[in-house]
């Protein structure tokens, strides 16, 4: 799928912090992280290509982490912390997605 310059660089960065894949307890941090950042139908589609690239388990816990953050379950600073390192080893920039060129 072709995606938004801005959001296939953010599953680029994705892909790199988390190169063996985003662990089950990071799918909530990192939803609400992104969903800080990006409207709810961008963060959908990055859950979407990260299911399509998942094992049916893992793909049904996005589903979840995607259904918690919108119903306003908030994660813990340390985890959302985590989250944070994790993608910011991968490159993620410390500027919001729309101001990033």
Same mark, same amino acid.
């Given at each position: 799928?072709?995606?938004? $310059?801005?959001? %296939?660089?953010?599953? %680029?960065?994705?892909?790199? %912090?988390?190169?063996?894949?985003?662990?089950?307890?990071?799918?909530?941090?990192?939803?609400?992280?992104?969903?800080?950042?990006?409207?709810?139908?961008?963060?959908?589609?990055?859950?979407?290509?990260?299911?399509?690239?998942?094992? $049916?388990?893992?793909?049904?816990?996005?589903? #979840?982490?995607?259904?918690?953050?919108?119903?306003? #379950? #908030?994660?813990?600073?340390?985890?959302?912390?985590?989250?944070?390192?994790?993608?910011?080893? %991968?490159?993620?920039?410390?500027?919001?997605?729309? #101001?990033?060129?």
């Amino acid at each position: 799928m072709t995606y938004p $310059p801005v959001l %296939g660089r953010i599953i %680029g960065w994705l892909r790199a %912090g988390y190169p063996e894949g985003v662990p089950d307890v990071d799918y909530v941090p990192l939803f609400a992280l992104l969903g800080s950042q990006l409207t709810d139908n961008e963060v959908t589609a990055i859950a979407e290509e990260l299911a399509s690239h998942s094992d $049916p388990e893992s793909a049904e816990a996005i589903r #979840q982490a995607i259904k918690a953050v919108t119903s306003w #379950q #908030q994660p813990r600073g340390a985890d959302i912390d985590r989250v944070r390192a994790r993608l910011a080893a %991968g490159g993620w920039p410390l500027a919001p997605p729309d #101001q990033i060129t």
